[in-house]
């Protein structure tokens, strides 16, 4: 336990765990977040609940994994009906405000929150249903927009960009009204960026010439699409029709320099958390709700749980926690839940028994290991997918389909599936058993399709939900929805 605080949790959208310079990338520059890295400790091997934007923040909210809450994907979002850590602070007498994207399903549902300022749900309360048609034997139709808007990267700005600078205003705003305050206090300062387009301003822009970017090694191999899954996301979202390497280094070049503005905008936040005399009294905090392929394995965006897309950054630092230490364990979005209520010393009165640790236990090394773990239940698969990983071994065990397995010591791009081909290795089986002792996949899949199904007819059918159209990205607040019809 350490004593009770304040905390900041800044959490933004698509940015994947190796993008960040602490984490050793090549090109990007995250001069924030490294910062604040050296402040604290950074865990290098920190996993997504699930890799799609809706049920990956109901598990950083509600400490569970998608299979135990059913909020499977887009359209069944987080809703009130789970208590969430906010609701044990605010219980506790901790005020707890949320600022920026939260992607639940209204604000006019408890969520758990003192206060919501400015805060992004989802389209009408509904979201995306074109998702749910994965629970459907056609599947989710293809789709040109998810492409276009990768394909409008560069210098320049959209309403994402705007969104982001007000969340920072709101926030900074806040912190000069609370900063006296004696009571202890939680904020969760929450941007839609590094999600595309890709769009930055000049300076940020500048920082990285397309023609230098270090493209993924998996972007253009020949077997990119050797795996039924992965074909079917790529058809699905209409990549092997031509992603060609022009496109790519533009793609690439915007994705860092959005993700160096948006450190940028963070840095403004822990820059006046500082001036305001804060350090010594709140901690802070860092994640990302999944990553993002960003042209590996031929893809583009996430639904999928190679590294690119199920790895998220995470960094925890403040008072009572080590400085410039890096922890190597496998954690996850659910152990955020249990960190929380632990460092503000609140118990959990729920009942509910967590799958996730506190990290301040991993950080002091009375956790013993624990295998990496997601999973995937959303549009762009055929059927339900897990990740399970010991040291570093790694399953991707996909149902009714075959398995995908990488030894990512040797091959941390995961380029070298070991059973592709009909390739056989004795790791699939105990990877596999060991996923077992967790979840049962057929079960899960079978599970999340009837309720994806049952969605379906709450919103009038099939032929209602097909002709719904796609939301390639949500709109932000006092702004209108652009569909994408099919």
Known sequence: MTSPGNLILFVTDNHTRNFLGVAGHSHVRTPNLDSLAKRGVHFKNAYAATTLCCPARAAIAT??????????????????????????????QVSVTAIGKLHYRSVEDDNGFTEEIHTMHVVG????????????????????????????????????????RQITERAIDWLRGNADNPEPWALIVSYPSPHPPFRADQEFWDLYPPEDMPLPSTWDVPNRYDHPAMAYLAWMNQLPEGMDETFMRNAYAGYCALITQTDAEIGKVIDMADELGLTDTTRLAY???????????GV?????????????????????????KTVSDCV??????????????VPNKSGEILPGCSLLKVIGGQQVLRPGFSEYHAMGSVNSSFLIRQDNWKLIYHVDLRNQLFDLASDPDEANDLLA????????????????KQVNPEELNARSKADQLARIEELGGYEAVRNAGSIAASPIPGTEVRLEKI
Do not use: C
């Open 63 to 92: 400490g569970l994994y998608p299979h135990q809450t059913g909020f499977w994907d887009n359209a069944t979002m987080y809703d009130g009906s789970v208590k969430t850590w906010h609701h044990h602070l605010r219980d506790a």
């Open 125 to 164: 309360g509904v979201g995306s249903p074109l998702t749910l048609l994965r629970a459907t034997e056609d599947g989710v139709p293809s789709r040109a927009g998810h492409k276009a808007i990768y394909g409008n990267s560069g210098p320049g700005q959209t309403d994402y960009q705007i969104y982001d």
């Open 287 to 297: 994640t990302s709700d999944h990553g993002e392929a960003i042209g590996a394995h």
């Open 300 to 324: 583009l965006g996430k639904a999928n749980l190679y590294e690119h897309s199920a790895g998220v950054p995470l960094i925890l630092a403040g008072p009572g926690l080590p400085r410039g």
């Open 332 to 345: 996850s979005h659910v152990d955020l839940f249990p960190t929380i209520l632990d460092l503000f010393d």
């Open 421 to 436: 081909g009909g390739g056989t290795h004795p790791k699939e089986a105990e990877l596999t058993a060991l996923l077992r």
